[in-house]
């Protein structure tokens, strides 16, 4: 197992930004085929939100595209998720996913933090 770690959740207003960070709890970075970000809403079943490969190839659901961008540090091998112009309907928690299986928003296997709060208030 390679915990992982998400840090930089908080409140935040509608239409503020937000960066959540990943890293694996020791030290060896977050690096798989598949790294991502997934979130999932009280009652709600947890989806995929944005995903980036190796090649630096990213996906993201239509509910935060060009507002949200995934990247990933090649030196510590860190994850990050920039958000964008939130809204109150991105308040979730949010999990670093690593080494999964993408069927669009669904993602199967691989490593998951604990998940950290994000809620948007207006």
């Known amino acids: 197992q390679v915990p992982l770690v998400e840090s930089g959740g908080g409140s935040v207003q509608v239409g503020g930004s937000l960066t959540l960070s990943c890293t694996s709890k020791y030290g060896v970075g977050v690096r798989a085929n598949f790294m991502g970000w997934s979130r999932q809403v009280l009652g709600k079943e947890r989806r995929g939100v944005a995903r980036?490969?190796?090649?630096?190839?990213?996906w993201y659901a239509d509910s935060v595209k060009g507002r949200f961008t995934i990247f990933h540090n090649n030196t510590d091998n860190s994850l990050y998720l920039q958000m964008n112009s939130l809204k109150p309907e991105d308040t979730a928690m949010y999990y670093c996913v690593s080494d999964f299986t993408p069927y669009g928003n669904r993602w199967v296997g691989g490593y998951w933090g604990q998940g950290i709060q994000v809620p948007v208030s207006p």
């Open positions: 980036i490969d190796l090649d630096g190839r990213t």
